[in-house]
């Protein structure tokens, strides 16, 4: 599974834009990456999953470039309730191989203010 | 409404008095795991499960048990219990199948004391 590496912590003011950059040089070509959300004593929630270029939800966009070692997560017009921590997991889709672990680093606490 | 549930929310137990905390999906998932999360050290996977019958280690199963009798259910079990398994538990499944699986879905948690 790929190494990923992002910033451990990032302020921001509401009704702005926050943009998350995770680093996975290694990342191998079969590997999807996935950022989960994590709110204090809850469970980690799927927020957004690719493989290249853009993805856009109702929550987020997710830029993957053309080498995909990098990936940034977009929260637009962020509220005081997005605080959180961010977690950029690679690997690959089809895991039976890989043992059914997703991995998860220190992830990206963001915290908004008012 | 699609979901995993951990029971209980919140435990305080003594030194060696066993315990299973429960864990239920209603997705029909295949794969479930069990993870801890502690200060400074992140989410670390303590056992998963491929299908019914079908579990092994993550990366801290010690002192911890769990088994896979039906799909939905996937218990934790510390026969043991000691200080150091104080923590916050987190169960999760999510499905073999689709370009989605990488779609976890966790349960609210289960904050164990162990004194």
């Known amino acids: 599974l790929a190494k990923t590496t992002q910033p451990i912590s990032m302020d921001s003011y509401e009704g702005q834009e926050v943009n998350i950059t995770c680093s996975h040089n290694?990342?191998?070509?079969?590997?999807?990456i996935t950022w989960y959300q994590q709110f204090p004593s809850q469970g980690p929630r799927f927020i957004i999953q690719g493989y290249k270029t853009k993805v856009t939800n109702e929550v987020a966009s997710l830029f993957i470039p053309a080498d995909r070692k990098s990936s940034t997560l977009s929260l637009p017009r962020v509220s005081l309730s997005d605080t959180a921590v961010y977690y950029c997991l690679v690997g690959e889709v089809m895991i039976k191989a890989a043992g059914n672990k997703l991995t998860f680093g220190g992830g990206t606490r963001v915290l908004v203010k008012p | 409404e699609a979901q995993v549930t951990q029971n209980p929310r919140y435990l305080i137990t003594v030194t060696g008095k066993k315990l299973t905390v429960t864990c239920s999906q209603n997705?029909?998932?295949?794969?479930m795991s069990w993870y801890r999360q502690d200060p400074g050290l992140g989410l670390r996977q303590i056992y998963y499960?491929?299908?019914?019958?079908?579990?092994d280690k993550g990366d801290v199963p010690e002192g911890y048990k769990v088994s896979r009798k039906e799909k939905r259910n996937f218990p934790l079990i510390l026969e043991s219990p000691s200080p150091n398994q104080t923590s916050l538990y987190f169960c999760a499944s999510r499905s073999s199948l689709g370009a989605r699986n990488t779609e976890a879905f966790f349960g609210q948690g289960t904050r164990l004391t162990v004194v």
């Open positions: 290694n990342i191998a070509t079969n590997d999807y």
């Open positions: 997705m029909n998932h295949e794969y």
């Open positions: 499960s491929m299908n019914v019958e079908v579990t």
